[in-house]
């Protein structure tokens, strides 16, 4: 028997999330990037308009991993898709079957959505996690590259391309 629980986030559980993602940062060698904060964090998860959802893994009432995923469309499949953004176990909780039960719920969660795809990304460097993930049955798709704007560029586009009377 599992000595974990798996659930669903509440707007308590913001500043627990918020230093699991700060852990996350610093293993992925990103703390340099990483600007959580629990109120960022309860807009996201909470607010009038959720961007996410959030599963939080508890060993002992303590957090000790998450998830953070949200749905996203295939235009071919015209279906939706659930994208996990991020999934973290603490180091010294890894081995415990947390990680494959934060998978395995959210696989379930796609199926029981009429999702078309279960996606997620992994650094090209984490080979644990790449292993991992491909004994779960995940595909590494190397043919597809990943397109990034951030603020300052996405700004600039949309002032060059604004078109009078488009909706938004």
């Known amino acids: 028997m599992a000595d974990f629980i798996l659930r669903r986030a509440e707007p308590g559980d913001c500043a627990e999330l918020n230093r699991l993602i700060l852990a996350l940062a610093e293993y992925e060698k990103l703390s340099h990037q990483a600007a ?3 109120e960022g964090l309860h807009e996201a998860l ?3 308009r959720p961007a996410c959802e959030a599963l939080m ?3 002992s009432g303590r957090a000790v991993g998450f998830a ?3 749905t996203t469309f295939s235009t071919f499949l015209c279906r939706p898709g659930l994208y996990l953004e991020d999934v973290f176990v603490e180091p010294e909780h890894r081995g415990a079957g947390i990680g494959k039960a934060i998978l395995g719920h959210l696989a379930g969660l796609a199926a029981e959505r009429r999702c ?4 997620w990304r992994v650094l090209d460097w984490n080979e644990p996690s790449i292993r991992f993930y491909e004994s779960l049955g995940g595909k590494l798709l ?4 990943l397109v990034r704007m951030t603020e300052p560029e996405f700004s600039a586009l949309a002032r060059q391309s604004s078109v009078p009377g488009a909706a938004s």
């Open 36 to 38: 959580p904060s629990p």
């Open 46 to 48: 909470f607010g009038e």
């Open 57 to 59: 893994a508890e060993r």
């Open 68 to 70: 953070l995923f949200f």
């Open 116 to 119: 078309g795809r279960f996606e």
């Open 142 to 145: 190397p043919e597809w590259q």
